[in-house]
């Protein structure tokens, strides 16, 4: 089972930034958190990861509370093309436990709009 | 090259066919995988190979068979499908963890119909 939380839909205006939550009130002190997105018929795609510390890549920037009981990927100028089913994926560190799938939830739905 | 490739891109099937998928990987990576994503739904795991060998299965009906034939290959061959098991099928790819944390990259699916 999925162990995070994420909101059904959200929508946000392009070139806006887009504040994607996640609640992962389980989370161990090995566990990732993995953001992952998938655009239309297509396959997902890889965002950004992190264990505590905030991270920021080319694409979007993901903020971890202190508690490290929630998260929030942050896509700094949205585009349309940013639309997309956005994944929030808890993942066990892989030197514990060898490769472990990913294990998907529901996502959330961002729709960027003109 | 960070693509993996999956052919065919759409696949028709009737129920007494007998079809395979076809997952390519050129990144060296040692873990391969297969998701199904049935419409409006996430991705569910179905199988993992690691190193060439099977290391999950996720209780996938015997009507599907995976096959890792070399470290850039991936199969999964169809037989006796159902109507249900129409769904979008994707292949993913990883290194094989030594330590830390890896993405998967994956590929575009091959959208599969059962009729």
């Known amino acids: 089972d999925a162990k995070t939380t994420q909101p059904t839909s959200m929508d946000c205006a392009e070139g806006r930034a887009a504040n994607l939550p996640c609640n992962h009130s389980?989370?161990?002190?090995?566990?990732?958190v993995y953001w992952y997105r998938q655009i239309h018929s297509q396959g997902p795609q890889y965002i950004i990861h992190?264990?505590?510390n905030n991270e920021t890549n080319e694409m979007a920037s993901l903020i971890i509370t202190e508690d490290r009981k929630s998260s929030t990927l942050i896509l700094p100028h949205a585009t349309l093309r940013d639309t997309a089913v956005y994944y929030c994926i808890v993942r066990v560190d892989l030197f514990i436990s060898g490769n472990t799938p990913l294990v998907f939830g529901k996502g959330t739905r961002l729709s960027v709009i003109a | 090259d960070t693509e993996v490739t999956q052919t065919p891109k759409h696949l028709v099937m009737g129920m007494t066919n007998k079809k395979s998928l076809k997952c390519e990987q050129h990144m060296g990576h040692r873990a391969m995988y297969w998701y199904k994503q049935k419409a409006k739904k996430p991705p569910e795991l179905m199988f993992v190979y690691s190193y060439e060998k099977l290391s999950i299965n996720e209780s996938v009906p015997s009507r599907f068979s995976p096959e890792c034939p070399n470290s850039s290959l991936l199969n999964l061959h169809l037989h006796a499908l159902q109507p249900e098991d129409s769904a979008l099928y994707l292949c993913a790819s990883s290194q094989e963890a030594a330590g830390g944390s890896y993405e998967q990259y994956f590929g575009p699916g091959t959208r599969l119909t059962v009729t």
């Open positions: 389980t989370i161990s002190g090995n566990e990732y």
């Open positions: 992190g264990l505590k």
